[in-house]
């Protein structure tokens, strides 16, 4: 069967290979079958230009990856799509947790519900028909968002227990020196950039995440197995930086070291991260001096907030003076420390955002992000403001301004003090300095669209 994947175009700052879609592709091709990705967000694509390429490889089946940042353009794709009759499947987070509405809206045939390589092989191999495939529903499968027509809970396609057995990505199709250099962090050390995941899964609830929700448990690959992969983009690509995108690439000490003992053994020098940030419960001294040892030049905390009613709410299962002491850890270890913070979780109040602010600045962050809660499908706090308000979370922006309001504050109070802290945190001479040094010209215009997208410049 021939099969195309997108992704589709929309306004963002953050270009990034979509792992997921190039594990598709690869599992896919494991089997026989051929496969196609459009990256229309990396390309710059129209619609009309996507149409066109997908036409030209004649596929079977058409699949379209979705989030909820941008799933007013997959109704818009798909619609296109369907009016030239082909077999439309969509899947990703957004439909996995909205699949009822995902296909109301779009008119797709399928969505896939959770991780979609055994679903989306199945639905291949039976041309693209759904006989009952876990994971795989139609809309006159469903009831609802959460119950099939037979009034059973939904549920997430069947998974691969062993990550081994799925082939590396498919990069031979999305080469990273085929990406615009607007790395994933907006400011990077080396390009092209390599984008590994070692793990899936989250084992922690936060109330803010869907991740728990998403995925069945936690599972890692074999060390082997990611060291594989490491030098396979470094010989076959030429990557000049490494970002590991796991959940929390240091949840399992054990395993952390054992990959960082590996790259030093095997003499793997290149500059890496862990690009989604980690839990600083999860870092020690230890760890951070191997990690250094490795070639780790940038620890990304999720500190989300430093108020302890407010990361009681969340569920987050961390103190700030366990938070400190693991920036404190990296800082010793000679690692640039970036803090991520969310504003507008509950309980949040102006009084619990000037906390956070007061925090960022005077702690020995380098970097401090600042961003508005974005209520994501499948998060608890989503399914609170379903339960309480009867809202149906449908889209939402890229962390900017509030979509949905959890607290008593207004969107406006939010992107003010999303503004205030920028300023407060970055226009300091010495960290201004160190920022600027690390930014290459060739991502200025990138930085300077960030600074747009988070209204460092409004006047209120």
Same mark, same amino acid.
């Given at each position: 069967?021939?099969?195309?994947?997108?992704?589709?175009?929309?306004?963002?700052?953050?270009?990034?290979?979509?792992?997921?879609?190039?594990?598709?592709?690869?599992?896919?091709?494991?089997?026989?079958?051929?496969?196609?990705?459009?990256?229309?967000?990396?390309?710059?694509?129209?619609?009309?230009?996507?149409?066109?390429?997908?036409?030209?490889?004649?596929?079977?089946?058409?699949?379209?990856?979705?989030?909820?940042?941008?799933?007013?353009?997959?109704?818009?794709?798909?619609?296109?799509?369907?009016?030239?009759?082909?077999?439309?499947?969509?899947?990703?987070?957004?439909?996995?947790?909205?699949?009822?509405?995902?296909?109301?809206?779009?008119?797709?045939?399928?969505?896939?519900?959770?991780?979609?390589?055994?679903?989306?092989?199945?639905?291949?191999?039976?041309?693209?028909?759904?006989?009952?495939?876990?994971?795989?529903?139609?809309?006159?499968?469903?009831?609802?968002?959460?119950?099939?027509?037979?009034?059973?809970?939904?549920?997430?396609?069947?998974?691969?227990?062993?990550?081994?057995?799925?082939?590396?990505?498919?990069?031979?199709?999305?080469?990273?020196?085929?990406?615009?250099?607007?790395?994933?962090?907006?400011?990077?050390?080396?390009?092209?950039?390599?984008?590994?995941?070692?793990?899936?899964?989250?084992?922690?609830?936060?109330?803010?995440?869907?991740?728990?929700?998403?995925?069945?448990?936690?599972?890692?690959?074999?060390?082997?197995?990611?060291?594989?992969?490491?030098?396979?983009?470094?010989?076959? +690509?030429?990557?000049?930086? #490494?970002?590991?995108? %796991?959940?929390?690439?240091? &949840? /399992? =000490?054990?395993?952390?070291? *054992? @990959?960082?003992?590996?790259?030093?053994?095997?003499?793997?020098?290149?500059?890496?991260?862990?690009?989604?940030?980690?839990?600083?419960?999860?870092?020690?001294?230890?760890?951070?001096?191997?990690?250094?040892?490795?070639?780790?030049?940038?620890?990304?905390?999720?500190?989300?907030?430093?108020?302890?009613?407010?990361?009681?709410?969340?569920?987050?299962?961390?103190?700030?003076?366990?938070?400190?002491?693991?920036?404190?850890?990296?800082?010793?270890?000679?690692?640039?420390?970036?803090?991520?913070?969310?504003?507008?979780?509950?309980?949040?109040?102006?009084?619990?955002?000037?906390?956070?602010?007061?925090?960022?600045?005077?702690?020995?962050?380098?970097?401090?992000?600042? +961003?508005?809660?974005?209520? #994501?499908?499948?998060? %608890?706090?989503?399914?609170? &403001? /379903? =339960?309480?308000?009867?809202? *149906? @979370?449908?889209?939402?922006?890229?962390?900017?301004?509030?979509?949905?309001?959890?607290?008593?504050?207004?969107?406006?109070?939010?992107?003010?003090?999303?503004?205030?802290?920028?300023?407060?945190?970055?226009?300091?001479?010495?960290?201004?300095?160190?920022?600027?040094?690390?930014?290459?010209?060739?991502?200025?215009?990138?930085?300077?669209?960030?600074?747009?997208?988070?209204?460092?410049?409004?006047?209120?």
């Amino acid at each position: 069967m021939k099969v195309v994947l997108i992704v589709p175009n929309f306004d963002t700052y953050v270009l990034t290979p979509q792992l997921g879609v190039m594990y598709l592709s690869a599992y896919l091709k494991k089997y026989g079958h051929e496969v196609k990705i459009i990256d229309a967000l990396r390309d710059n694509l129209s619609d009309e230009q996507i149409l066109q390429i997908a036409e030209k490889f004649n596929p079977d089946g058409i699949g379209i990856h979705c989030l909820s940042i941008f799933f007013n353009e997959v109704i818009k794709l798909t619609k296109l799509l369907k009016s030239k009759n082909y077999k439309v499947f969509i899947g990703g987070v957004h439909p996995t947790f909205a699949p009822y509405t995902t296909l109301k809206k779009t008119g797709a045939d399928y969505v896939i519900l959770g991780e979609g390589e055994v679903p989306l092989l199945k639905l291949t191999e039976n041309n693209f028909v759904n006989n009952n495939i876990q994971g795989v529903y139609s809309i006159n499968d469903l009831k609802d968002n959460e119950t099939d027509i037979t009034g059973q809970a939904v549920k997430l396609g069947e998974i691969i227990k062993n990550l081994d057995e799925i082939p590396p990505p498919d990069w031979e199709q999305i080469p990273p020196n085929s990406y615009p250099q607007a790395p994933h962090a907006v400011i990077a050390k080396g390009y092209p950039i390599g984008i590994v995941t070692t793990s899936r899964g989250c084992p922690f609830r936060c109330s803010f995440c869907s991740s728990h929700n998403f995925y069945d448990g936690v599972r890692f690959r074999s060390v082997d197995n990611v060291i594989n992969e490491i030098k396979y983009l470094i010989e076959k +690509f030429n990557i000049k930086e #490494l970002q590991f995108i %796991d959940d929390n690439l240091t &949840l /399992k =000490k054990s395993y952390a070291m *054992e @990959i960082c003992q590996r790259m030093i053994d095997e003499n793997i020098k290149i500059d890496w991260t862990p690009i989604n940030g980690i839990r600083a419960d999860s870092l020690d001294d230890e760890l951070a001096i191997k990690m250094k040892e490795a070639g780790c030049y940038l620890l990304d905390f999720g500190i989300e907030a430093v108020n302890t009613q407010i990361l009681k709410n969340i569920k987050k299962g961390e103190t700030i003076e366990r938070i400190t002491a693991a920036i404190d850890c990296a800082h010793r270890a000679g690692m640039i420390t970036i803090g991520n913070f969310i504003f507008g979780l509950p309980g949040e109040t102006k009084e619990t955002m000037e906390e956070a602010i007061n925090y960022a600045v005077n702690s020995k962050l380098d970097r401090a992000g600042f +961003f508005a809660l974005n209520v #994501l499908p499948g998060s %608890d706090i989503a399914k609170q &403001l /379903k =339960k309480e308000k009867g809202i *149906e @979370i449908i889209s939402n922006s890229l962390f900017s301004t509030p979509d949905y309001l959890v607290c008593d504050l207004t969107a406006k109070d939010i992107e003010k003090y999303i503004q205030k802290a920028y300023w407060k945190f970055y226009f300091r001479p010495k960290i201004l300095f160190n920022v600027l040094k690390y930014i290459p010209v060739r991502q200025y215009k990138y930085f300077l669209k960030v600074l747009i997208k988070y209204n460092i410049f409004k006047f209120w």
